[in-house]
């Protein structure tokens, strides 16, 4: 994509004001471009070699944002939602942007990891089973996770209709409850996870997604906090884990 957009476009689409709040700043000559005011809102700003500077503080232009979300329960994943809070409303406002979604979407009742993006090229690309970019999380069931469970994830399950690339199942750890399983994907089908356990007879009781590619969840990020990606973030999560791969 053309890294040039219109000095008005490239300045809202950073967030924070309206197009036309841009304008006025622009006729106003609040706005410079490498150091000179311009007064000219379609004059062509490059993101990666210009420097744009409103009333004075300089921008970090960037063509689209990439914001790590730890997802709490209750929320869904989308866009927005009549009755219900949305991924996208735990955005701030500093971080708000035109055109946000969530890159795949998580269980009402799921918890954890959550790229929200307004590019839909990388959200395409992350997604498509093509690609093989993994998904992990960790699975409470209420039950015994056994070697026959393990062998069956990694051969591909039978759910309803449909059948399921080979995913990874490993045992973590035993509570009162059931097990904690690691599951590996490379897809994401409706109720993915709940239903390939169901397939075996074992309920879900907890999920979270806790890596994506090979980008694990910020330890550190509260649940309902979003921060953005660094760049080197971003590329880990568009690489494939080799370590999972059949
Ligand atoms: N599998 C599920 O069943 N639910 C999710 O939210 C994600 C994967």
Redesign the pocket.
């Known amino acids: 994509m053309a890294k040039k957009q219109r000095l008005d476009k490239a300045i809202a689409m950073q967030g924070s004001l309206s197009r036309s709040e841009v304008k006025t700043l622009i006729r106003k000559g609040a706005v410079t471009v490498n150091g000179q005011v311009v007064k000219n809102a379609d004059f062509g700003v490059d993101f990666d070699s210009d420097t744009v500077a409103v009333q004075g503080k300089e921008l970090s232009l960037s063509m689209h944002i990439y914001l790590m979300l730890n997802k709490p329960k209750g929320v869904v994943s989308a866009s927005e939602d009549k009755k219900l809070p949305t991924v996208v409303d735990l955005v701030p406002k500093e971080l708000w942007r035109k055109g946000l979604f969530p890159a795949g979407r998580?269980?009402k009742d799921?918890t954890g990891f959550v790229l929200i993006t307004d590019d839909g090229e990388f959200a395409h690309d992350i997604l498509s089973p093509k690609k093989h970019i993994s998904k992990t999380?960790h699975a409470l069931v209420n039950g015994t996770i056994t070697d026959e469970m393990v062998e069956g994830f990694a051969k591909g399950v039978t759910i309803g209709e449909d059948f399921t690339l080979p995913a990874s199942l490993k045992k973590i750890s035993s509570e009162e409850q059931g097990d904690w399983g690691e599951v590996i994907l490379k897809e994401?089908m409706y109720?993915?996870?709940?239903?390939m356990f169901g397939a075996y007879g074992l309920k879900?009781l907890e999920?979270k997604r806790v890596q994506m590619g090979k980008l694990p969840l910020d330890p550190n990020l509260e649940e309902g906090k979003c921060r953005e990606l660094t760049a080197e973030e971003l590329r880990l999560v568009s690489t494939r884990d080799e370590s999972t791969e059949e």
Do not use: F, W
């Not at 109720?191 to 239903?195: A, N, T």
């Open positions: 998580l269980d799921t999380y994401g109720h993915q996870i709940k239903r879900v999920l």
